[in-house]
């Protein structure tokens, strides 16, 4: 059975952090969110709160690290529904090893595996989803998640894998905004904050909700003419 709503969400790496509260926003703001999620019985669980909450909740298992799953997820998409209106690229990692680290003693593996996740994963996400955003009617909305450790203006020596990486997803972002734009559809990244997740730890400033706020504004308010900037608090974030 197709999904009776007119609005559609993808939110990778959705059954935990920020990627669960954007979810539970969306699915707030009146859209059928396909919640992806590498862990099954994890996303499992975070759709079936959703749901429980009264919200049409569709779990996917999906692993960005792997093609074969992305195009199992987008086929499982297929027979729910017929078009997509917004990507939350959330899916992410930060290697604990990385975070002591330099650049001087960057382990190429673990840029590799990184880069596979944060860059790869994301350029494939969009790519095999393409078919189902091109048919949105209002235009659609892609969000990739990035952060100012990404930001060449401002990077410093540390967190080298995940920098790179996120300088990486800033690419992504400038070259699928300029090619979809012609599509009607917006390509942003945001740099959330210092959020209290799994990934940010205990010390973080800012609630999930806070880091969600300008995905959500982009996802839902921005005018479709704002694309391939860098965003932090509905604010243009230097590259």
């Known amino acids: 059975m197709t999904t009776q709503h007119e609005k559609v969400a993808l939110v990778t790496g959705a059954n935990r952090g920020i990627g669960r509260e954007i979810a539970r926003q969306l699915c707030q703001r009146g859209y059928a969110v396909f919640m992806g999620s590498r862990d099954l019985a994890k996303g499992r669980e975070a759709c079936e709160e959703l749901c429980a909450e009264g919200h049409e909740a569709i779990l996917l298992q999906l692993d960005v690290n792997d093609p074969v799953s992305i195009k199992h997820a987008c086929g499982a998409f297929s027979q729910k529904a ?39 994963g994301p350029i494939l996400v969009i790519q095999d989803f393409l078919p189902y955003l091109e048919k949105s009617p209002n235009g659609a909305r892609i969000i990739n998640l990035s952060s100012d450790l990404g930001s060449l203006s401002i990077m ?32 942003n990244c945001v740099h959330p904050g210092w959020v209290q997740t799994d990934m940010g730890g205990p010390g973080a400033t800012r609630p999930v909700s806070q880091g969600a706020e300008t995905i959500l504004w982009l996802a839902t308010e921005a005018p479709l003419t704002e694309t391939g900037k860098f965003w932090r608090d509905k604010q243009e974030h230097p590259w």
Not at 82 to 103: C, F, K, W
Not at 159 to 186: C, D, E, H, W
């Open 82 to 120: 017929d078009h997509l209106d917004v990507l939350v690229n959330n899916a992410g990692v930060l290697d604990e090893t990385d975070r002591h680290t330099s650049i001087t003693r960057l382990n190429v593996e673990l840029l590799e595996r990184t880069f596979r996740t944060n860059v790869t």
């Open 156 to 187: 410093r020596d540390g967190y080298p894998a995940y920098s790179i990486s996120k300088a990486g997803m800033n690419a992504v972002t400038r070259q699928f905004a300029a090619a979809l734009a012609p599509k009607n559809m917006a390509v």
